[in-house]
């Protein structure tokens, strides 16, 4: 995994967080990073593939995610839910990304932005979600990332 495409999803996640809770488009957002020097050393097209594919499919994604949730997504702390949002859409929709990266990708940027279990909520969302949208791949690896 490349060190652009971590950067890419860390900058995602921030403009996702953005989109969720200010009410800007995505268009607006990624016209805002594009304009500053952020995205220097991210990969660029993954960035906005991520937002824009996340954003215009948050209501496709929380059906994936609902039925894992102890709670309504509503009420999950909205970096979680910025994270669960970007692993659903890379686990149903990026079959290239090993379903292990996916989730440890989202357990990291929960580790850096969420709430301090947060990634322990993260780890255990996106592992059920693989077992159902990877359940070939989970199983051909041996199982539950656990």
């Known amino acids: 995994m490349s060190a652009s495409r971590k950067r890419a999803r860390r900058l995602a996640l921030q403009a996702l967080y953005q989109w969720d809770l200010g009410g800007q488009s995505a268009a607006d957002i990624s016209a805002q990073f594009l304009a500053s020097d952020e995205l220097g050393k991210a990969d660029v097209d993954y960035f906005e593939e991520l937002l824009n594919q996340v954003s215009a499919r948050a209501g496709e994604l929380d059906e994936h995610i609902a039925p894992l949730l102890d709670r ?22 990026r079959i290239d990304v090993p379903y292990r990266v996916v989730i440890n990708e989202g357990v990291e940027l929960a580790k850096t932005f969420g709430a301090e279990q947060g990634h322990r909520f993260v780890n255990g969302v996106l592992d059920k979600l693989a077992a159902r949208l990877r359940a070939a791949e989970v199983e051909a690896r041996g199982g539950r990332s656990g």
Not at 78 to 90: H, K, S, T, W
């Open 72 to 93: 309504p997504i509503a009420e999950v702390d909205p970096v979680e839910r910025a994270i669960l949002r970007m692993g659903a859409y890379e686990l149903a929709r």
